[in-house]
């Protein structure tokens, strides 16, 4: 069963989601050569309690942290620690989450650390975000998951090849409702399946974490003795990016982005639904 929100419940999960937008801020600042990444888990700890709210990542499956830091090759649920330093040229995701009363926000970006980074890994952090906010614009009210499916796959096969030689949609992990808990029904794939079939109609009420995660070579996973950290069978390099939405009748609402999403849809000829919040 999918999770219908009301107004009052979506106002809360935008609570949740600035939460989450003030982890980035202070992680991305924080996101330096000489840091490690156990450093910036003790930031977004700082900042979940400075907001009196919960961690949703804490204690999730057995998740020893408050943030997931995956550096370089390691695609998602990479585990905050004091050995992994940053090192000027790396890229690291940082996905963070946060609950206020109950209910659950939950996004990631992709950070350069330092300076020299390579053309390609800039390129990569683009196509993978913009390919983002393609299936964010396509979150409209009739329309099927499966459109949302079809707009970050579109977007990402458009793009000019890498230097080496294909973006791989990473298949093993994608997008998933959001609300009274932080994964919850239905599933996003971030590439058109067709046995999959179209997906949920989405309507008001409906909230998405929207995440693709997009790698420089394979698409294809494997997860270390740790049970948790996820990288690229070829060791290339990834990116991922997330988004915590909600579909209201004004059209969407990007819960995590401290402009409600209000500048990215605009370059799609969407304008935003306005912050319950003011």
């Known amino acids: 069963m999918v999770q219908i929100k009301t107004p009052e419940q979506i106002a809360k999960m935008r609570e949740a989601g600035l939460v989450v937008a003030a982890i980035h801020a202070a992680t991305r600042e924080a996101a330096v050569p000489g840091a490690t990444t156990l450093d910036l888990d003790q930031v977004a700890r700082k900042v979940i309690a400075d907001h009196g709210a919960k961690s949703n990542f804490l204690g999730y499956g057995g998740f020893p942290a408050t943030i997931c830091t995956s550096v370089n090759e390691v695609v998602v649920h990479g585990i905050p620690d004091e050995k992994t330093v940053l090192k000027d040229g790396d890229i690291i995701s940082i996905d963070a989450g946060a609950i206020v009363d109950g209910w659950h926000g939950d996004a990631a970006y992709t950070a350069f650390v330092g300076t020299g980074h390579a053309p390609e890994l800039v390129e990569l952090s683009r196509v993978t975000e913009e390919s983002m906010w ?24 458009r ?64 997860v270390l003795q740790d049970d948790w950290t996820v990288i690229t069978t070829d060791g290339t390099w990834s990116s991922h990016w997330e988004h915590s939405i909600a579909l209201t009748e004004q059209g969407p609402l990007v819960l995590t982005a401290p402009d409600c999403g209000r500048a990215k849809l605009a370059q799609y000829g969407i304008e935003a639904a306005p912050d319950p919040l003011g």
């Open 159 to 222: 793009q000019p090849r890498p230097a080496t030689g294909k973006y791989g949609i990473i298949e093993d992990y994608g997008g998933h409702g959001i609300g009274t808990e932080m994964h919850m029904d239905p599933h996003l794939l971030n590439y058109v399946a067709r046995k999959r079939g179209k997906g949920i109609k989405l309507v008001p009420g409906v909230c998405l974490a929207i995440e693709p995660m997009v790698s420089l070579g394979t698409a294809q996973t494997e």
């Open 134 to 157: 393609a299936g964010i614009a396509a979150m409209k009210v009739n329309n099927r998951l499966v459109d949302i499916s079809k707009a970050i796959e579109s977007y990402i096969r």
